[in-house]
């Protein structure tokens, strides 16, 4: 659900080509299955386009993202466990803490406390009503996500030669798209 809802912000936001999104379980339970079909009915629903085959997260991949996203304080916990640096670890974040109505508390995306009044509950033993919930929550905190992502690449000049490249007035490399994954069970 995060990575339909994320990716559709950064095609939306023109950052596409920028941003790659993808997203990973915590476990292989699921492997190899497409996405549960209340997800697919709550998505296509709300107009977005989902295309998801399980995959279970692999600790050699934090080499190759800025960012990894977590649902869950427990994801989070099992996602830093699995890094293989204290830097790796870092890359981890809860979802709900770039959602402002519910982070303005002061919860720190970095932070390694526990924190689960930001989590996005599991809705797979319930019913419709969960996805729809857990989809709202998703949106709000994507919204916060895509202006932190889009600031870590103005912070980087990524962004800004993505906006020179659209005036006609440099090049730029395929290479180097930051990656952010979402984890989920």
Avoid: N
Avoid at 16 to 44: K, M
Avoid at 159 to 178: C, F, K, V
Wanted: hydrophobic share 40%; net charge negative; aromatic share 8%.
């Amino acid at each position: 659900m995060a990575e339909a809802v994320f990716r559709a912000r950064t095609e939306e936001a023109g950052l596409d080509g920028l941003v790659a999104v993808d997203s990973a379980g915590t476990g292989g339970w699921h492997e190899g299955d497409g996405a549960d079909p209340r997800t697919v009915a709550v998505l296509r629903a709300a107009g977005y386009e989902e295309d998801h085959t399980a995959r279970q997260f692999q600790a050699d991949w934090f080499g190759s993202r800025d960012l990894v996203i977590a649902l869950d304080d427990g994801h989070l916990r099992a996602l830093r466990r699995l890094a293989p640096s204290a830097e790796d670890a870092a890359k981890v974040r809860l979802l709900r803490s770039y959602d402002a109505a519910v982070s303005s508390g002061g919860t720190d995306p970095y932070s390694f406390a526990p924190s689960h009044h930001l989590d996005v509950p599991d809705p797979y033993y319930g019913g419709m009503e969960g996805f729809e919930e857990c989809l709202e929550m998703v949106e709000a905190a994507c919204e916060g996500l895509l202006v932190a992502v889009r600031e870590s690449l103005a912070q980087t000049g990524r962004l800004a030669d993505r906006e020179a490249l659209s005036a006609g007035t440099a090049s730029y490399g395929a290479g180097g798209s930051p990656a952010v994954t979402a984890a989920s069970p």
